[in-house]
């Protein structure tokens, strides 16, 4: 990744107008990689959303980005533009908090990309504010608290040409809009885009709906929900299509239990067959962690988990059940 360009616009709610950058941000080494860390983290979070704008003609945002990408010298102009809008909204809407706003423009793959992303600079990063010659100029100090892992971006937007009769690439972070399942005026109206609801995305819910199902139904039947996991965990990571019809009639349940299943699946847009996002689930089910009632923590890697000569699951005659580690030579205090 090269950071090519970069700005931050001040957005206080607080003041009538926005403090709009008159100058692009000097890049150097550290300012280099926190928006490298910025961007990356932005791309990796499980809740980026692949979207496509609405009003595809006439979207200032895409079309301020066209001309940036295309054109680099219109780079200020048009983040500031794009900035002024944001705030536009941020003053009409109380969802939106005061914030800066940080446009960079970058290359990676021999592609140019257009990230922007709403910051909490006190937790982020600092920022200097000089005015001079009726000029703002703002400029990022990052800081030890700045380029901590636990900085994460709620809101953010990166957009490129992906190279197919120029169509547009968007993807949207919305992270807290996510979460509850619908979209902040981040992505309504400054963006004004409408996510897809794509492979990984699907897998994502998919995934999600049936930890939880699995949880609660049997919560009385641990052998029943590791069977059931098992044979879910099989299909994701053996197959490439979801066949829904297939998971369920594999996990052998009672017609109640199975009408619960496809009425929460249905409830949440999973109602057909999708192909199933691979890198999504080999990120996913990596790693294991089991919680039991009685105070223990068991953490591994799924594969041991699964493996009948490393772990087993054995009920006892009074309904509890024990979790066995099997075939130790030695164990190691952490």
């Not at 446009?103 to 793959?109: A, D, H, Q, S, V």
């Not at 968007?170 to 492979?199: M, P, T």
């Not at 109602?271 to 689930?281: C, E, S």
Request: proline share 1%; aromatic share 10%; hydrophobic share 35%.
């Amino acid at each position: 990744m090269v950071i090519h360009k970069f700005v931050v616009h001040i957005l206080d709610k607080d003041n009538d107008t926005p403090i709009l950058n008159d100058y692009e941000g000097r890049v150097s080494k550290d300012v280099d990689r926190f928006f490298e860390k910025i961007v990356r983290k932005v791309k990796k979070d499980d809740d980026l959303r692949v979207a496509k704008f609405n009003n595809y003609d006439s979207n200032l945002v895409r079309n301020c980005c066209e001309q940036i990408i295309y054109d680099e010298k219109t780079f200020l102009d048009n983040s500031k533009e794009i900035a002024a809008y944001l705030f536009e909204i941020m003053r009409l809407e109380s969802e939106l908090v005061s914030s800066d706003l940080a446009i960079c423009l970058y290359t990676e793959k021999d592609e140019k990309y257009i990230a922007i992303v709403r910051l909490d600079y006190k937790k982020m990063f600092n920022h200097s504010i000089d005015f001079k010659d009726e000029k703002f100029n703002i400029q990022i100090q990052t800081n030890e608290i700045g380029i901590t892992e636990s900085s994460r971006p709620k809101h953010a937007a990166i957009v490129g040409v992906n190279g197919i009769n120029d169509e547009w690439q968007l993807r949207v972070l919305d992270k807290e809009a996510e979460k509850e399942g619908n979209d902040s005026y981040f992505v309504k109206k400054f963006l004004d885009a409408q996510k897809i609801e794509d492979d990984k995305y699907k897998t994502k819910v998919f995934k999600s709906v049936t930890d939880n199902f699995i949880t609660n139904a049997f919560s009385n039947d641990i052998k029943q929900a590791e069977y059931v996991r098992g044979v879910r965990n099989y299909i994701l990571k053996e197959n490439s299509v979801m066949d829904i019809d297939k998971f369920i009639q594999s996990s052998k349940l009672d017609e109640d239990i199975e009408e619960s299943l496809r009425d929460h699946l249905d409830d949440n847009g999973i109602n057909k067959d999708f192909n199933i996002d691979k890198k999504y689930i080999e990120k996913k089910l990596k790693k294991r962690i089991i919680k039991a009632n009685n105070g223990f923590e068991i953490k591994g890697n799924l594969s041991d988990f699964e493996d009948p000569m490393k772990f087993k699951l054995r009920m006892n005659e009074n309904g509890t059940y024990d979790l066995v580690i099997k075939n130790l030579n030695y164990i190691e205090e952490k």
